[in-house]
């Protein structure tokens, strides 16, 4: 895997990227391992699976917030997206209407940023 030299912030998703426990864990913490030495300065990675939706959303707003203010950091751009998700998302059911809200902490406290939280 080669990555470019500048490679901010790598995304691991699909289940446990960040943890350990779990099958093929160790697996999946050593290609976040390869990800540092291919270059990236940080990677997002989940202890755990995350709804789809949520996750999106998470990223989108996070990847947004970076974007747009130069001044920010990696981390206090996972930060705004979460507090963003725990303040203003809910989980819609087939017809539109509002079934959960993503405040509760198993769609935000998974993830965790590992390497350079710096811009």
Same mark, same amino acid.
Do not use: N
């Given at each position: 895997? +080669? @990555?470019? /030299?500048? %490679?901010?912030?790598?995304?691991?998703?699909g289940g446990?990227?960040?943890? %350990?426990g779990?099958?093929?864990?160790?697996?999946?913490?050593?290609?976040?391992?390869g990800? $540092?030495?291919?270059?990236?300065?940080?990677? @997002?990675?989940?202890?755990?699976?995350?709804?789809?939706?949520? %996750? =999106?959303?998470?990223v989108?707003?996070? $990847? #947004? /917030?970076?974007? +747009?203010?130069?001044k920010?950091?990696?981390?206090?751009?996972? =930060?705004?997206?979460?507090? #963003?998700?725990?303040?203003? #998302?809910?989980a819609?059911?087939?017809?539109? /209407?509002?079934?959960?809200?993503?405040?509760?902490? %198993? $769609?935000?406290?998974?993830?965790?940023?590992?390497?350079?939280?710096? /811009?």
């Amino acid at each position: 895997m +080669k @990555l470019a /030299r500048d %490679a901010g912030l790598v995304v691991l998703w699909g289940g446990t990227g960040g943890g %350990a426990g779990g099958t093929g864990a160790e697996a999946v913490a050593g290609l976040g391992r390869g990800v $540092f030495y291919a270059g990236a300065r940080a990677v @997002l990675a989940t202890h755990w699976p995350v709804e789809t939706v949520s %996750a =999106r959303q998470l990223v989108t707003h996070l $990847f #947004e /917030r970076y974007s +747009k203010d130069a001044k920010l950091t990696r981390a206090q751009a996972l =930060r705004g997206a979460m507090l #963003e998700l725990i303040d203003k #998302e809910v989980a819609l059911d087939g017809a539109g /209407r509002p079934v959960a809200s993503y405040a509760h902490p %198993a $769609f935000w406290a998974p993830y965790a940023l590992y390497g350079d939280p710096g /811009r």
